[in-house]
Nanobody
């Protein structure tokens, strides 16, 4: 069982930066693939970025490549999403999630709101 708590959301002007954090409970954090997702009102959640258990492998949605960076610190049971050059279209609720290899994302945080003003 993994419990996830996001933090770091807020209001920022276009072109600014935010860093989201996701703190995980449990001793097996390092075994999980971690992902960040976002959800627009009335839309389904979409994948933003993911990172392997070791941190050696990452993937990004085309819309955030070159602007967002996912990282993790297994010693702190925390995954991060550094968001730079933010755009108004990045405004959404951001969620972190965890999954075991070969499984779907079974564990989700409560979400944190990111609002980017023009």
């Amino acid at each position: 069982q993994v419990q996830l708590v996001e933090s770091g959301g807020g209001l920022v002007q276009a072109g600014g930066s935010l860093r989201l954090s996701c703190a995980a409970s449990g001793r097996t954090f390092s075994r999980y693939i971690m992902g960040w997702f976002r959800q627009y009102p009335g839309k389904e959640r979409e994948s933003v970025a993911a990172i392997s258990w070791s941190g050696g492998g990452t993937s990004y949605a085309d819309s955030v490549k070159g602007r967002f960076t996912i990282s993790r610190d297994n010693a702190k049971n925390t995954v991060y999403l550094q968001m730079n050059s933010l755009k108004p279209e990045d405004t959404a609720v951001y969620y972190c999630a965890a999954r075991a290899a070969g499984q779907s994302y079974d564990y989700w945080g409560q979400g944190t709101q990111v609002t980017v003003s023009a």
